[in-house]
């Protein structure tokens, strides 16, 4: 596969681009929060080394044309990562993944960086499927799924490459670039 590039997007008041050294404490800091811990495969405790191994992650699946891991920011701070993963150009499909900082959940910040993230996949590297697998029990990601213009297929999925334990009880959120581009979506 061709390697990927990472995206450089803003609307104003999210800013999605690759990850950075300098973004290991922000990332340290945000993934103290049991909540990250518990609806993805980030471990916790969080340290330094995870961080950059998530950067080196990044950096290789990207050049080997699989995936794209991204921060995001608001006001110039790290408010989250954000992932296109499981790509498979041929097809035309990806997922998209994300965690979001406490300090800036419910503010509709995590809807904005899904659907930049969205609309790059599909304008730009040709993806007319994208999905996103929240947890059932993960009310939020389902509301920034939804107002992100997925719509539920009503599959539930085993996810392997979770953790056990964690690998069981995924919804199936579809988008589909035939359904046209959506407009920004409204907070979650």
């Not at 950059?52 to 794209?68: D, P, S, Y």
């Not at 599909?122 to 389902?142: K, V, Y």
Request: glycine letters at 10%; proline letters at 9%.
């Amino acid at each position: 596969m061709a390697p990927l590039p990472h995206p450089l997007l803003d609307d104003g008041a999210v800013r999605v681009r690759a990850p950075e050294e300098r973004d290991v404490p922000a990332m340290v800091a945000a993934c103290q929060d049991p909540a990250i811990s518990r609806w993805t495969r980030v471990p916790s405790p969080y340290t330094p080394e995870d961080a950059r191994r998530f950067i080196a992650l990044a950096q290789a699946e990207a050049r080997a044309g699989t995936g794209v891991a991204c921060v995001w920011e608001h006001g110039g701070e790290l408010a989250g990562t954000l992932g296109l993963m499981e790509i498979d150009q041929d097809r035309g499909y990806g997922e998209i993944g994300y965690w979001t900082a406490a300090g800036v959940r419910g503010k509709g910040l995590t809807t904005r960086a899904v659907v930049l993230v969205r609309d790059w996949a599909a304008e730009q590297l040709g993806l007319t499927e994208l999905e996103i697998l929240p947890h059932r029990d993960n009310a939020p990601s389902i509301r920034v799924a939804e107002r992100a213009g997925f719509e539920p297929t009503g599959a539930v999925v085993t996810i392997r490459r979770m953790p056990p334990g964690k690998q069981t009880g995924y919804l199936v959120y579809r988008w589909l670039a035939s359904d046209g581009l959506a407009p920004s979506a409204p907070p979650d």
